[in-house]
């Protein structure tokens, strides 16, 4: 069984309600099992557990994180048993959504008291796809009156929004579909955006990368849109054409795993397909490593600037640049880089400047 588990988030007011009925649709007809895991904060608040019903948001939040893990894995264990080839879950906010309405010291009581770290959290999804609220360019359509759950001014849906977006923020396929089209334009990107991540109808990759300046690593740290991961990249021993590479991705200790097989279409665009591992899985793949090739170490960046997500890879042996990376769903998307970013040229189609090059440094 194909089992994609990915989030719908977004701040109030976003259209994640009429997205979910798209998504529904859209999938189905794709030979897709689309489960949905309901929005659990709506459920507790019209069941009387709310924040102003609890002792304070912190508490009401570490409630709803556990049961949101519970009905995420009642979901996981009932699509087990189902017979599709393709299953989807689709899950109305996720786990780490609860960071934007938490205090620092309440999210990490929180994540002690579950025993999980938020790298874990966070990347125990596939994909996470932001719906911007409507009080962010398209004001007009902004209410709160279909759905009583909902009570932010359009001042605070904004600032709302952008805590979300920081808190799922170094997710490694996190894409933000703001509303610069009409509602039914961002709908039919948000379908777009999953279909090129489920690889429908080919798991293409689409992928740009630039030489830029060796970033400010200070201001880079203290840019809540902003967040640090760790990776160490091993190349295997692959037939030509092919590339397989595991990767540990993670931070202080908390980390995943990925296997991902690449195989070249065009300069910008790839066949990719990629497979969460074990730890122990990941260990065995070790033994399979090229001898020709060392471990990729690098810290990336991983920055969210209007509605775009730049990956920044700084190098232990660089002190003078550093790779930007961005995944696109179209090849013509136009690309505004953040102030802090510096571009010197781009590199995609220049060999010296992938990976599997540096590995043979």
Same mark, same amino acid.
């Given at each position: 069984?194909?089992?994609?588990?990915?989030?719908i988030t977004?701040? &109030? /007011?976003?259209?994640?309600?009429t997205?979910?009925?798209?998504?529904?649709?859209?999938? #189905?007809?794709?030979?897709?099992?689309?489960?949905f895991? &309901?929005?659990t904060?709506?459920?507790?608040?019209?069941?009387g557990?709310?924040?102003?019903? /609890?002792g304070?948001?912190?508490d009401?939040?570490t409630c709803?994180?556990?049961l949101?893990?519970?009905?995420?894995?009642? @979901?996981s264990r009932?699509?087990?048993?189902?017979?599709a080839?393709?299953?989807?879950?689709? /899950? =109305?906010?996720?786990?780490?959504?609860?960071?934007?309405?938490?205090?620092?010291?309440g999210?990490?009581?929180?994540?002690r008291?579950?025993?999980?770290?938020?790298?874990? *959290?966070?990347?125990?999804?596939?994909a996470?796809?932001?719906?911007?609220?409507a009080?962010?360019?398209?004001?007009a359509?902004?209410?709160?009156?279909?759905?009583?759950?909902?009570?932010?001014?359009?001042?605070?849906?904004r600032?709302?929004?952008?805590?979300?977006?920081?808190?799922?923020?170094?997710?490694?396929h996190?894409?933000?579909?703001?509303?610069?089209?009409?509602?039914?334009?961002?709908?039919?990107?948000?379908?777009?955006e999953? #279909?090129?991540?489920?690889?429908?109808?080919?798991p @293409?990759?689409?992928?740009?990368?630039? *030489?830029?300046?060796y970033?400010?690593?200070d201001?880079?740290?203290?840019?809540?849109?902003c967040?640090?991961?760790?990776?160490?990249?091993?190349?295997?021993?692959?037939?030509d054409?092919?590339?397989?590479?595991?990767?540990?991705?993670g931070v202080?200790g =908390?980390?995943t795993?990925?296997?991902?097989?690449?195989?070249?279409i065009?300069?910008v665009k790839?066949?990719e397909?990629?497979?969460?591992? #074990?730890?122990?899985?990941?260990?065995?793949?070790?033994?399979?490593?090229d &001898?020709? /090739?060392?471990?990729v170490r690098?810290?990336?960046?991983?920055?969210?600037?209007e509605?775009?997500?730049f990956?920044?890879?700084?190098?232990?042996f660089?002190? =003078?640049r550093?790779?930007?990376?961005?995944?696109?769903?179209d090849?013509?998307?136009p690309?505004? @880089?953040?102030?802090e970013?510096?571009?010197?040229?781009?590199v995609?189609?220049?060999?010296?400047?992938?990976?599997?090059?540096?590995?043979?440094?």
């Amino acid at each position: 069984m194909q089992l994609a588990k990915i989030v719908i988030t977004g701040g &109030p /007011c976003a259209g994640k309600s009429t997205a979910m009925s798209w998504i529904g649709e859209s999938f #189905s007809k794709l030979g897709y099992a689309v489960l949905f895991v &309901p929005e659990t904060a709506t459920e507790l608040i019209t069941g009387g557990v709310a924040p102003w019903t /609890c002792g304070c948001q912190d508490d009401f939040q570490t409630c709803l994180t556990k049961l949101q893990r519970a009905k995420e894995e009642v @979901f996981s264990r009932a699509a087990a048993t189902m017979k599709a080839e393709k299953v989807l879950m689709v /899950c =109305d906010r996720g786990a780490l959504d609860a960071k934007a309405y938490m205090t620092d010291e309440g999210y990490t009581a929180m994540l002690r008291g579950i025993g999980r770290g938020e790298v874990e *959290l966070r990347d125990g999804y596939d994909a996470v796809f932001h719906l911007v609220t409507a009080a962010c360019g398209a004001e007009a359509y902004y209410t709160t009156q279909n759905n009583t759950a909902r009570t932010e001014t359009p001042a605070e849906a904004r600032a709302l929004d952008d805590r979300v977006i920081a808190a799922w923020t170094g997710h490694p396929h996190l894409r933000i579909i703001d509303n610069s089209t009409d509602f039914a334009g961002k709908i039919k990107r948000l379908i777009a955006e999953i #279909s090129s991540f489920l690889g429908e109808p080919e798991p @293409f990759e689409i992928e740009r990368k630039f *030489l830029v300046e060796y970033p400010d690593l200070d201001a880079l740290a203290e840019n809540a849109n902003c967040k640090r991961v760790e990776i160490i990249q091993t190349y295997l021993k692959t037939a030509d054409g092919v590339e397989m590479r595991v990767r540990q991705r993670g931070v202080d200790g =908390d980390y995943t795993y990925y296997l991902t097989t690449k195989r070249k279409i065009s300069d910008v665009k790839r066949v990719e397909v990629e497979k969460r591992l #074990s730890k122990d899985e990941y260990l065995r793949h070790l033994m399979d490593a090229d &001898p020709d /090739c060392r471990p990729v170490r690098k810290d990336r960046y991983c920055m969210t600037y209007e509605g775009q997500y730049f990956e920044i890879d700084v190098y232990p042996f660089w002190k =003078d640049r550093a790779i930007v990376e961005i995944e696109l769903c179209d090849e013509t998307t136009p690309i505004g @880089f953040p102030p802090e970013l510096k571009v010197i040229r781009e590199v995609t189609d220049d060999p010296s400047y992938k990976n599997a090059a540096l590995a043979r440094r």
